[in-house]
């Protein structure tokens, strides 16, 4: 009997600090629905009007939508889009992984150092990091003048449509591989060596454990990286808006950048509303499609 | 001594609610106006006069950076309050025209009859050019007005055996023969340009090519002259020209650097289009000396209009929202009226106030930049101007950097310009 009006009185006493844990969060969930929630779902409403900052939105259902999947333009920034975070997932993840490899094996020396100076970039701001490569990729740039120097190659980093997409691909992989590298390294650190070091026993090389214990053991890892790469890569906006503008020839121009644009300098609020939501779609889609895998993890 | 104090206590209320009443009283007006040492000091100095000559009336200045103009004061017209004049260039104003954000002029206010009569206040054409002109309804007036004209390097030219007077070039075969001349190579590299041009911004591309079209004779300040002209074979051969200063003539790289001002002014380009007489000021913060430098008028099209390089500037208007309008465009005309205090910085208004000799005294070659701000070229005059530039400018990227022919782009910017014009 005692027991359980001790009990009831525990339940009461965290049910009442529950409800006041709502009071405190309160005031930040109400700025952030009003500055964050609020915006987003009326994005949806303003893709369904022609609105152009001056005078009042005009209902146009889906003409918007009709219109975008008619037009070059938002097809050619949507492919420029998934060919960047192709590339840039892909990269990223493989640089990064064997790099965490590396500074996670015992053979490696200085490996803080090497740590140190691989993440240097990760905490610069993207608009310096665009203003120092931009100056390099001139034709009298450091870049550009090691490698005509050496290979004889005199390189359009920024100046043909066929090279730049890959040289921003090149910075953005640059400014981030420190980032995920140190995701796989938190990962690799969580496998006990004891499977290692059993697999060593019973004769399994290199390549045996990586395939057989590191990876199966680093899913999850990987999936996190994978996801958190693709998003942020989807959503990029800075490397392009400094160092291209979206040229040339709008061979940069992402999605992100052609909602900005769309929006502040054409003031076509409502068109821009809808890319707004085909570029939330995409990464919703892909959102459910990556939950389905978590799930499916769990599952096992 | 109670009796005292309650008479005090009166005494101060009324004092208080008369003082409110009079502030309540006093004619409020708001003036966004972008910011650029030192006229803020001038525009501020405008303020307090005429205050002194209208007690009645509070002037409050915003400053704004420039690049932020157009969406402050959109924000702030949306928002309906608090913004009764604004200046704004002429490359975004007619959007505010066109969305009826603007007042027209109110000739009363400047104790005129008629807009004639106003219009006479300043340069022939002048409200055209800087944008106060929209649709056969005049908006704003002029407050500054500048045009591009052609910097070379004499310096460079002295090195390639060319004199920089004789040889100084007028048409735009000679500028390329001239440019072709003054470009440096190392490795087949170009390591100095012959001429220089942001292609990065669409502005620039589509001001000079704007220039180009209008020397060709085509009409290119109207939408529908712009959206005519495409077909013409000389819109070609004007796109051409411009584009061939990249891909045949080999006196311009664009991979160099992307501010043709900024490389001028470090001697690593010899020529470039997009300066007014403020370029003096700009030139003085890098290493080419004013002596090594001259400005000439824009090259001309054998047999082609004599026109120069786009005209360009800024109107002062008031908002259609203002409750005060003519207290409004007092103000405004009063703040316009000073451009002997602009001159002495080199910025020039064009009201016919003006002595033309401080004009002479403070612009170093005045008479290149005055004939060509005369001769030269109206910008278009379009609410879509941001959408049309870009899609002028692309048309240039696409055969510099994406190796398109220029029959090809042309044809494609038609198409494009025919869904933003339409």
New interface residues.
């Given amino acids: 009997m005692k027991k359980k009006s001790i009990g009831i009185q525990k339940a009461t006493y965290y049910n009442r600090l529950q409800k006041q844990g709502y009071i405190f969060i309160l005031p930040t969930l109400l700025l952030f629905s009003l500055f964050l929630i609020y915006p987003m779902l009326d994005a949806f409403r303003l893709s369904l009007y022609e609105w152009n900052f001056a005078g009042s939105p005009l209902y146009i259902g889906l003409k918007n939508f009709i219109k975008l999947f008619t037009t070059k333009r938002f097809w050619s920034s949507y492919s420029v889009t998934l060919q960047f975070t192709f590339l840039s997932v892909f990269l990223l993840m493989f640089i990064s992984f064997w790099l965490s490899l590396a500074f996670t094996s015992k053979l490696c020396w200085f490996k803080q150092l090497y740590q140190s100076m691989v993440f240097l970039p990760v905490i610069l701001p993207m608009v310096a990091i665009a203003v120092v490569w931009k100056f390099m990729f001139q034709s009298t740039g450091l870049l550009s003048v090691v490698f005509l120097d050496i290979f004889g190659w005199n390189i359009p980093w920024l100046t043909s449509t066929k090279v730049a997409p890959y040289t921003m691909v090149l910075v953005n992989v640059w400014k981030f591989t420190g980032y995920y590298m140190v995701m796989f390294i938190a990962g690799l650190l969580n496998i006990p060596d004891v499977y290692h070091e059993a697999a060593k026993i019973d004769g399994a090389g290199f390549w045996r454990r990586l395939v057989h214990i590191t990876l199966p053991l680093l899913k999850n890892t990987i999936i996190l990286v994978f996801v958190s790469c693709a998003i942020f890569s989807f959503g990029t906006f800075a490397l392009q808006y400094v160092m291209t503008g979206g040229g040339p020839s709008r061979s940069t121009e992402v999605l992100t950048l052609l909602i900005y644009k769309e929006a502040f300098e054409y003031t076509k609020f409502g068109y821009s509303a809808a890319i707004s939501v085909m570029f939330f779609l995409t990464l919703f889609i892909f959102s459910i499609i990556q939950l389905k895998i978590f799930s499916s993890e769990a599952e096992v | 001594m109670k009796k005292l104090t309650i008479v005090f206590v009166l005494l101060f209320l009324l004092i208080s609610i008369s003082i409110v009443w009079a502030q309540e009283e006093k004619i409020n007006i708001v003036h966004y106006h972008w910011t650029q040492p030192p006229y803020d000091e001038i525009n501020a100095r405008a303020a307090k006069t005429f205050m002194e000559k209208y007690p009645n009336v509070n002037i409050e200045i915003i400053f704004i950076a420039d690049p932020d103009m157009p969406?402050k004061v959109?924000t702030a017209?949306?928002g309906g309050g608090g913004m009764d004049t604004f200046a704004m260039p002429n490359m975004q104003s007619a959007?505010f025209m066109a969305?009826?954000?603007c007042a027209e002029i109110m000739p009363s206010a400047f104790g005129k009859e008629t807009i004639e009569e106003v219009l006479e206040m300043w340069q022939e054409g002048s409200l055209q050019k800087t944008g106060g002109f929209y649709n056969g309804k005049y908006y704003g007036i002029p407050f500054e007005m500048s045009s591009y004209v052609a910097w070379i390097n004499t310096g460079h030219m002295k090195e390639a055996g060319l004199d920089p007077v004789a040889n100084l070039p007028k048409t735009w075969k000679e500028f390329v023969d001239t440019c072709s001349k003054m470009t440096v190579r190392q490795?087949?590299?170009?390591?100095r340009n012959g001429f220089a041009i942001n292609?990065?911004?669409s502005v620039f591309p589509f001001l000079v090519l704007h220039s180009f079209m209008e020397q060709k004779g085509l009409d290119w300040p109207t939408e529908q002259g712009l959206k005519d002209s495409l077909d013409t074979p000389e819109a070609l051969e004007a796109l051409t020209t411009f584009t061939n200063f990249a891909t045949k003539d080999g006196i311009f790289?664009?991979?160099?650097?992307?501010d043709e001002r900024e490389g001028f002014g470090n001697g690593l380009c010899s020529s470039f289009l997009t300066g007014g007489s403020w370029y003096w000021g700009v030139l003085d913060s890098y290493s080419v000396a004013r002596e090594d430098v001259a400005p000439i008028p824009y090259p001309r099209f054998e047999g082609g209009k004599d026109i120069g390089g786009p005209v360009y500037g800024y109107c002062v208007f008031v908002a259609e929202q203002s409750k005060n309008k003519e207290w409004a465009w007092k103000w405004l005309d009063h703040l316009a009226s000073q451009p002997e205090a602009f001159i002495e910085h080199g910025y020039f208004q064009p009201r016919n106030s003006l002595d033309p000799a401080l004009a002479d005294k403070y612009i170093l070659n005045n008479d290149v930049f005055d004939a060509e701000r005369r001769n030269g070229a109206a910008l278009l005059a379009s609410p879509?101007f941001?959408?049309t530039q870009?899609a002028v400018g692309?048309a240039i990227?696409?055969v510099?950097?994406?190796?398109m022919s220029n029959e090809e782009s042309m044809n494609a910017l038609k198409e494009e310009l025919s869904d933003i014009l339409e």
């Fill in positions: 969406t959109r017209a949306l959007w969305n009826g954000i490795n087949d590299v170009i390591v292609l990065k911004a790289n664009p991979g160099l650097f992307d879509k941001s959408e870009d692309e990227r696409r510099v950097f994406g190796g």
